[in-house]
């Protein structure tokens, strides 16, 4: 049976880090994620995990530690959040390019500035080509089951490449929900050991970790790592299916909700989806034929399965948490409109909303207002602005 | 595990070349020329030269030749000396020249 809690987010994603107990948990704190190595230093205190906890000096230390613990040949993690992420730039793309297959929860914050602590996603969609696989939840189950599969998905030969597990920052992080929790014993069989292909620490295979890659070898291994996120594709959907053997939670790559016949449709991440669903479910009940289309995971981009849900909407918001302050749209409507049109879908119409950055708050009527707009975009065919800021005081 | 040292060579293709650029093989430096680096080479004078061997740790690129059975000094690596003449001030008998690379 598996155990029924109340947890918030972080509570959750510690839950997760103590079951599956890692060999090195490196972190340093930063709001809003700055609990999961907290809770994670008292199972360590209370000997429930066997972890090496190392207390870094900085996000670039704890980075910095995790890739040299993975070198070595163990299971490494870390959690941070927003300016701490920044703080990691430079290691992030080390690990991921050095083929480590690290865990990092990435409690989304905003990047300063101006200076703010809660939520939005411009940590993670900077980071979008650090070549790193990235997983959004929508609540905190997603959360926790995210974190539970993301070793499989990270440690698979296939793939070798780190995963980060994004959950909004204090609208999930830091809210209380109930949640299943799975059984330790079966954790630990689901999670598995890790054996690693090659380490540090296996003198009998001495091998040297990344070495100085010029113009002969880099650019062959810049596409083996392409090919590693090609087959992050297949894995995930794979660990999801295993996953759901055992716990009857099902996941892909996106969510689909309402969209076998949706005419009009909102594309958004992690936690608006479910505000998102609560609108759709009062749209249908006047009759209108609204949809939403979460994508779980955004590297590697579910380019195929999205332009196929989007394709029999007549019209389309993308919503981004993110501005590209590129005078154009937020990083995710680029990549939905440029999946669609490879993917020949362009009969839709599509704009694109940024929302709830530095962690405004969205509400039913804002979503609304999105569904309204699409509306009258089907109505009169006229598709207007397509870069908009939602409920922007103006 | 696989011995893939023999693969990186300049034309491996992106399906056979070691994930991340790992390198399989201990030692391997040796297979790396940094001889032709050198501007500037010490010359050794075997007969001002009293085994002293102050010159063998100070050498950077373990070009200081030893032999294995009298420990005694035999010569230069020159496929491996980048010519920066450590060796030619540590030596307090004057049995280095340092003079342009020929």
């Known amino acids: ?296 995971v955004f590297r590697p981009f579910p380019v195929d399965e999205i332009a196929d849900a989007l394709k029999n909407c007549k019209a389309v918001a993308v919503m981004d948490k993110a501005d590209s302050l590129n005078a154009a749209s937020g990083p995710l409507f680029a990549e939905v409109t440029s999946a669609m049109f490879v993917k020949g879908v362009t009969s839709p119409k599509v704009i694109n909303y940024i929302y709830g950055l530095g962690g405004r708050d969205v509400k039913a009527d804002d979503i609304e207002t999105v569904y309204n707009r699409l509306s009258d975009i089907v109505k009169t065919g006229n598709v207007g602005e397509v870069y908009n800021y939602l409920s922007v005081r103006e | 595990m696989s011995n893939k040292y023999d693969i990186v060579k300049p034309n491996v293709k992106w399906q056979d070349i070691t994930e991340g650029g790992i390198m399989e093989q201990p030692g391997n430096a040796k297979q790396f020329n940094t001889g032709d680096w050198r501007s500037m080479m010490p010359v050794w004078h075997e007969e001002k030269c009293k085994q002293c061997l102050l010159c063998y740790p100070v050498c950077p690129d373990a070009s200081v030749m030893v032999d294995k059975e009298t420990g005694k000094m035999i010569g230069i690596d020159y496929e491996h000396c980048k010519g920066c003449g450590v060796c030619t001030k540590t030596c307090p008998f004057g049995a280095y020249d340092f003079v342009e690379n020929k």
């Open chain 1, 1 to 296: 049976m598996s155990i029924r809690e109340r947890l918030s987010g972080n509570e959750a994603v510690a839950t997760a880090m103590k079951q599956i107990n890692p060999d090195v948990v490196a972190a340093f704190p930063i709001t809003p994620s700055t609990e999961i190595p907290q809770y994670f230093s008292s199972f360590v205190a209370n000997g429930q995990v066997d972890t090496e906890f190392v207390a870094v000096e900085s996000e670039h230390s704890a980075m910095s530690a995790c890739i040299g613990a993975s070198a070595a040949g163990a299971r490494a993690m870390t959690a941070t959040s927003s300016n701490g992420m920044s703080l990691m730039w430079e290691m992030l793309y080390i690990a991921a390019s050095s083929r480590l297959p690290i865990v990092m929860n990435l409690v989304n914050r905003t990047v300063s500035g101006p200076l703010n602590i809660h939520n939005d996603h411009s940590d993670s969609m900077g980071a979008r080509d650090s070549g790193w696989i990235q997983i959004y939840s929508e609540t905190n189950q997603e959360a926790y089951d995210n974190f539970l599969m993301a070793n499989r998905i990270a440690e698979h030969k296939d793939v070798r490449l780190p995963v980060m597990i994004c959950q909004d920052g204090f609208i999930t992080s830091h809210a209380i929900e109930n949640i299943e929790l799975v059984e330790d014993d079966k954790v630990k069989a689901f999670v598995g050991e890790y054996k690693a292909p090659w380490a540090l620490l296996d003198a009998n295979h001495p091998v040297s970790v990344g070495p100085l890659d010029l113009q002969a070898h880099h650019y062959e291994h810049k596409r083996q790592q392409a090919e590693a996120m090609k087959n992050a594709k297949k894995v995930i959907q794979e660990v999801a299916a295993e996953f759901e053997k055992m716990t009857g939670r099902k996941y892909d790559l996106i969510e689909k909700y309402m969209m076998d016949d949706a005419e009009i449709a909102i594309v958004v991440l992690n936690s608006t989806a479910g505000t998102a669903k609560y609108v759709v479910n009062q749209l249908r009940e006047k009759g209108i034929k609204a949809g939403l289309v979460k994508p779980r």
